[in-house]
């Protein structure tokens, strides 16, 4: 290859990573925050004196440089660096690289090759499991990245194996600071002439996410407004204003934490509530390639089966509830697939919303006419007092009575009569409203 071929190819490579990649520390000395951890007295850096590492376990918000802790202990250790990503890793994935450690050289060190799992909350009972030996024999040293609390996410018998860490959220004075830093280091921003007048707008995007952040910079730096046009010496003013409008025009991130986590999952809802199953997969595809918890699009699903379809088509209920329990056994990868057949099938399925307004209608009723008296006939009456004071006195028993059903005043007299569920406009709840017009004839207009 020739010296400008060369050139080219190292300057598309540079354009085309990831501002974060781009400075992400290499050193624990140039690791930002978590001093706790890092810093002369801290708990990693102890272990790295040493050369004993336990597994460990990584815990707090996104963008807090799990990642980059682990990468930088592998480097500085210089041991063998696995990764995975629970998001789309199996147990046959972990069982490939558990087979590639027992087959390492070790001969001549003790030192056991680094499993690095990120979204380790993500994996399944049964994933977690199949690290269990080979963290216990000492073939793999885990360290294992989550967002969320592991007492309740990661398994017992893995837990009780791993140091816990947890990572502090950046500072604003963190944030500024890996701001100036990548102004200065990056090696396409430092050709510009930068000037970070105003900073408040691109850390409350960012919402503490130093990944989020320096996207965001870069975005800001690179766009196609006419005075940030890249070039040697051209100037670039960051205020409030032009970031908030660059990212307002440009937003392609998924922030499962922040205004677009709801923003989807009320798109992904009323994509179903709306009987369109070809944007109900997407706004779901747009969520599980964020890392969205499947635990929570299943909950949601399983709202919505009884919120918007009810007794339009019950099995609805059923099959999201049935959905809810696989991927909690499943997780990613595989639970996508259940997620896209039950979105799909509740998109297509006729809707209904009159158990939903029924239960409303009744709260509502409760608030307004309090704490009702039961009527005597439908008391229960366990004791010879309770009978002789009229509780169950004159009660019809439904199966005394042909077709098994006798008319009988249910509710408490003041609000007798009251029609609080209308059955909905579909095959299913018109032949309930028939059914109930037959029984009821036209005590409740049905």
Not at 171 to 194: M, P, V
Not at 210 to 239: C, F, W, Y
Request: hydrophobic residues 40%; positive net charge; aromatic residues 8%.
């Amino acid at each position: 290859m020739s010296e400008k071929r060369l050139f080219l190819y190292c300057t598309f490579t540079i354009m085309n990573t990831p501002l974060a990649e781009r400075i992400r520390p290499k050193t624990i000395e140039d690791f930002l925050c978590q001093e706790h951890l890092v810093g002369t007295h801290g708990a990693i850096t102890a272990q790295l004196k040493t050369g004993v590492l336990s597994s460990m376990i990584f815990w707090g918000p996104p963008g807090t440089g799990k990642t980059t802790l682990a990468t930088i202990i592998a480097d500085q250790t210089k041991r063998p660096f696995y990764t995975l990503s629970a998001i789309d890793s199996g147990v046959a994935a972990v069982r490939q690289v558990i087979e590639k450690a027992k087959k390492s050289d070790t001969l001549f060190s003790t030192e056991s090759p680094i499993l690095f799992i990120d979204e380790i909350h993500r994996f399944n009972k049964s994933q977690q499991d199949s690290l269990l030996g080979a963290v216990e024999k000492g073939l793999i040293t885990l360290f294992g990245a989550t967002t969320e609390n592991p007492s309740f996410e990661v398994i017992p018998a893995l837990l009780s194996r791993c140091q816990v860490y947890v990572l502090d959220p950046f500072s604003k004075k963190d944030l500024e600071t890996l701001l100036k830093r990548a102004i200065k280091k990056d090696e396409i921003l430092a050709q510009k002439n930068i000037i970070l007048k105003e900073t408040e707008a691109i850390i409350r995007l960012s919402g503490g996410d130093a990944r989020k952040l320096l996207n965001i910079l870069e975005l800001v730096v690179l766009s196609d407004q006419p005075s940030n046009k890249a070039g040697k010496g051209s100037i670039v003013t960051i205020t409030n204003e032009m970031v908030q409008h660059i990212v307002q025009k440009n937003t392609v991130l998924y922030d499962k934490t922040g205004e677009q986590h709801y923003d989807i999952i009320s798109a992904f809802i009323k994509s179903i509530r709306g009987s369109d199953p070809n944007a109900a997969v997407y706004w779901l595809a747009r969520m599980i390639e964020g890392g969205e918890d499947v635990k929570f699009i299943a909950r949601r699903l399983l709202i919505l089966a009884s919120e918007d379809i009810g007794n339009a088509n019950p099995t609805a209920l059923v099959l999201a509830n049935n959905t809810f329990q696989a991927v909690s056994t499943v997780g990613y990868p595989e639970a996508r697939i259940i997620l896209s057949q039950c979105a799909i099938y509740l998109a297509s399925s006729p809707k209904s919303n009159a158990s939903y307004t029924a239960i409303s209608k009744a709260q509502k009723l409760v608030k307004q006419t309090g704490d009702l008296s039961v009527p005597f006939s439908i008391r229960n009456a366990p004791t010879k007092l309770m009978k002789e004071l009229g509780y169950s006195k004159a009660y019809q028993y439904a199966h005394d009575f042909e077709g098994n059903f006798t008319p009988h005043e249910f509710l408490p007299e003041e609000i007798k009569g009251n029609t609080l569920y209308n059955p909905g406009s579909n095959t299913k709840e018109n032949t309930i409203k028939s059914y109930l017009k037959v029984l009821w004839k036209d005590k409740y207009n049905y």
